[in-house]
């Protein structure tokens, strides 16, 4: 059987490994929406910092800093918990050599932690397969999210705070975890990602994401560091 004949079985697979995993990301998404409703930024910008963005830490940290800090401090608050997104990069940049350019240029847009953690594993499939699974994953987080996201700000005007929405950033870390089991460094990040964003959710302006996600990039980074020096 060809590539090309495999290519409707690859997009079942990504389906049906895609969806499970972004059911934990649903609260988060709909914090964030909840989030667009209550921050100073006008709501079309809010929703607009999501495909500028494609993170939801860093939407989240845009949102609520957002006339409570300066330019500065906000846009450094984006770019430190993007910054994983580099050690992402570097990972699959072998699986992108051999893709068509449009696809170079285009694909790294969705790569979200939950897109990684689902495509890594396939990077060393063929072209095309990886390039079908990579994008059908990607198009249940978009699609999905944006749902979510817009479910959250139709009801941020009314979801009661004693539902702890806070909490979902670890929620969604937790999810990394269980489809990451294969894979060390991927679950250290997420364990740690996860207890330093619930241990820190008690402090301002959502900055338990900021020590979530720096702890949750450092421990990954030194988790697979050992392991290579380990090889």
Do not use: E
């Not at 909840?34 to 845009?62: D, E, N, T, W, Y």
């Not at 580099?86 to 893709?99: E, G, H, T, V």
């Not at 969604?172 to 990451?180: E, K, N, P, S």
């Not at 207890?195 to 421990?219: D, E, H, K, M, W």
């Amino acid at each position: 059987m060809t590539a090309t004949t495999d290519l409707p079985q690859v997009s079942r697979q990504a389906l049906a490994d895609a969806v499970p995993l972004f059911l934990p990301a649903i609260p988060f998404a709909l914090v964030v929406g909840v989030a667009i409703r209550q921050s100073v930024i006008p709501a079309g910008a809010g929703m607009f910092s999501s495909p500028a963005l494609m993170a939801g830490a860093a939407q989240l940290a845009l949102l609520t800093l957002a006339g409570t800090a300066s330019i500065w401090a906000v846009m450094s608050a984006v770019i430190v918990i993007n910054a994983r997104h580099i050690m992402y990069s570097a990972a699959l940049s072998p699986a992108f050599k051999d893709q068509p350019r449009w696809f170079r240029w285009f694909g790294p847009f969705f790569l979200l932690d939950q897109v990684f953690a689902l495509t890594a594993p396939h990077s060393a499939d063929s072209p095309a397969q990886f390039r079908r699974y990579y994008l059908v994953v990607s198009a249940v987080f978009f699609t999905g999210w944006h749902v979510s996201l817009a479910a959250g700000l139709a009801v941020g005007s009314v979801v009661p705070a004693a539902w702890q929405l806070g909490y979902a950033p670890a929620v969604m870390f937790v999810g990394l975890v269980v489809f990451g089991l294969d894979r060390r460094p991927a679950v250290v990040a997420a364990v740690v990602g996860a207890t330093a964003s619930f241990l820190a959710i008690g402090l301002p302006n959502r900055a338990g994401l900021l020590v979530g996600a720096l702890c949750g990039v450092v421990a990954g980074f030194l988790a697979d560091r050992t392991g290579n020096d380990a090889k």
